[in-house]
């Protein structure tokens, strides 16, 4: 080989390892020493072995102020690429701690800003992975540029492809917005944190002592905000459950989110079910023991496990067809509906509804939560989000109840009234305006003069409405079922509903009660 040549070759090797070291040993060693994997140890984590391939390894920042033209380190603290998860394309982004703090510079943004074009238009799921101190306070309204440019894209990718956030640093100031925008959030415990004004600020203009931690760490926006729907350990463990989430879902919203061979018999009986829920109406059962009995080999994805648990939502798979799932949880808070549940409910049945996924409603509800708190708290327009949210929903709905379906949320939790496509119920399901109690205090107010009358009265409500039979008898509830039969009957209509097609009236968009 020339001379000419070799120096060629070499100085692409040494450009290409200089990238590949990003912000040098020490700075890696300190990422290590906080329990932090580097940007590109996280994507091989990410990514099926040697799938990955870098875009703009080379790309160096424009800034010419803080003679910032002395430090340049290629790749500019992010890397950019695109790879593959089980053999399926997906972009990602990770930000580069190492490297200026993995700040946003306008050259940075603009990195970020290819993938996510190409995401949209290959139309396959775009992945970030944040560590990141913000802004980059050297470049100013360049780096604010590149921020608002990413939150556009985010939004017009919003529905079109999943798009999937991990939080693994800091994160704070406007940069929590992109997340923000996108699907699902999942955060690493005592590493990461998030915030709009950091602890700081807060002491300046409250005069609140909070710590980072408390203030926007994992479980904070895990079990009190809402704002994350995972977390995590560790990087090793986040890596693994995007994975596993990403096997649920389609790669874009024209495509129906991925079968998988199953080997759970689709005709599974299970005898367990008969004894689920109580004979005591307000006795508490685990809606999720139901749940894993009925989906393929006991296999539940649940989102948002730690916030608003009188709600369950999540991905499982029904004769290998991905199915998203919301049940009142009656083990907590009776499974009643507040204003908490109503918005992550809601948020999840329209995420099932753009990309494709069959929602399944396990429903045994007590009612909408009364208080002030509540009222003061808007339940009126929150609980509204959900009704909304089930309503416009035009992909297959298949609703069970298994017990309470008491009045607003009897309507709310996809009832026939609003578009469900096959309402089943079991025996025990009570189906009415309120529980007795309720209802015998309103009707009978100062009527009832002895606790013998008062049994009497409510024993015969029970027997008029504690039961699914009025509701079978007007067509409301297609089939009454079996506890046992609850698998097949789920997987038969969902072959019913396989080729179900609704059209809606144009328009530009709806007005859901934010
Ligand atoms: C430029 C920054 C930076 C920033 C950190 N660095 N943040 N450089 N702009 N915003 C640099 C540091 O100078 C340091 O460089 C390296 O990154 C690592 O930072 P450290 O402070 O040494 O690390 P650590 O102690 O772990 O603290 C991390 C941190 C802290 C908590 C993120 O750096 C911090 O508070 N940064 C500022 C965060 C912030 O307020 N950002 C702006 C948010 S407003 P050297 O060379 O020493 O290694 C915003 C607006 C967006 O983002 C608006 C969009 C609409």
Redesign the pocket.
């Known amino acids: 080989m020339s001379k000419s040549l070799e120096k060629k070759f070499k100085e692409f090797e040494d450009r290409s390892k200089a990238a590949e070291i990003g ?1 040098g040993a020490e ?1 890696i060693e ?1 990422q290590h020493a ?1 329990n932090k994997r580097t940007a590109r140890e996280r994507i091989d984590t990410l990514l099926d072995p040697g799938s990955f391939v870098e875009l703009d390894k080379l790309v160096i920042h424009r800034c010419r102020d803080f003679s910032m033209e002395k430090n340049l380190i290629p790749g500019d603290g992010v890397i950019t690429g695109y790879g593959k998860i089980d053999g399926r394309l997906v972009y990602v982004f990770a930000q580069d ?2 490297v ?5 510079s306008r050259a940075n943004a603009d990195k970020q800003i290819k993938v996510l074009e190409l995401a949209l238009k290959m139309g396959a799921p775009v992945i970030g992975l944040n560590d ?7 470049e100013g309204v360049q ?2 540029s590149g ?2 440019d990413i ?1 556009h894209l985010n939004v017009k990718s919003s529905g079109v492809i999943p798009q999937i956030s991990a939080i693994l ?2 994160c ?4 929590v ?1 992109s997340p923000a925008l996108t699907d699902f959030i999942f955060m690493v415990k005592k590493t990461s944190y998030m915030f709009v004004t ?1 602890p700081e600020v807060i002491k300046s203009v409250t005069h609140e002592d909070v710590t ?1 931690n408390e203030l926007g760490g994992a479980m904070t926006h895990n079990t009190k905000s809402g704002v994350a729907h995972f977390a995590a350990e560790d990087d090793v463990q986040i890596m693994m459950m995007v994975r596993e989430l990403i096997g649920y879902l389609p790669s874009n919203n024209m495509e129906d989110p991925p079968l998988k061979a199953c080997s759970d018999d689709i005709n599974r009986r299970e005898e367990k079910l008969q004894k689920l829920v109580p004979d005591d109406p307000n006795k508490p059962y685990d809606i999720t023991e139901l749940i894993e009995a009925v989906v393929d080999n006991g296999g539940f994805f649940e989102v948002q496990p730690h916030y608003a648990k009188n709600i369950v939502i999540g991905f499982a798979r029904l004769g290998g067809r991905p199915v998203g799932i919301v049940a009142n949880q009656p083990a907590h808070l009776a499974g009643v509906l507040d204003i908490n549940c109503s918005i992550k409910g809601a948020r999840f049945v329209r995420f099932c509804d753009a990309f494709n996924f069959p929602l399944i409603t396990f429903e045994d509800v007590p009612g909408f939560l009364p208080g002030t708190l509540q009222e003061y708290g808007g339940i009126i327009k929150h609980g509204a989000k959900l009704l909304y949210a089930f309503s416009e929903a035009t992909v297959p709905k298949i609703t069970i109840i298994t017990r309470k379906a008491y009045g607003g949320a009897y309507c709310v939790m996809s009832s026939k009234h609003i578009g469900a496509d096959v309402n089943f119920a079991y025996p025990t399901a009570e189906i009415a305006v309120m529980g007795s109690e309720g209802a015998i205090n309103i009707l009978y107010r100062n009527k009832i003069e002895t606790e013998e009358d008062r049994k009497k009265i409510i024993d015969n409500y029970q027997d008029t409405f504690a039961n699914p039979y009025k509701a079978a008898e007007q067509g409301y509830i297609d089939e009454i079922i079996m506890p046992r039969d609850t698998r097949p009957k789920l997987i038969q209509a969902l072959e019913m509903t396989e080729n179900k097609t609704e059209t809606t009236p144009p328009r530009k968009h709806g007005n859901i009660p934010l």
């Not at 200026?100 to 946003?104: D, E, I, M």
């Open positions: 912000g700075r300190k906080c701690f190492t200026f703090g993995g700040t946003l990141s101190g913000g802004a980059r306070i050297q780096s604010l921020y608002a939150f640093g800091p704070a100031g406007g940069a917005y950091g980072k």
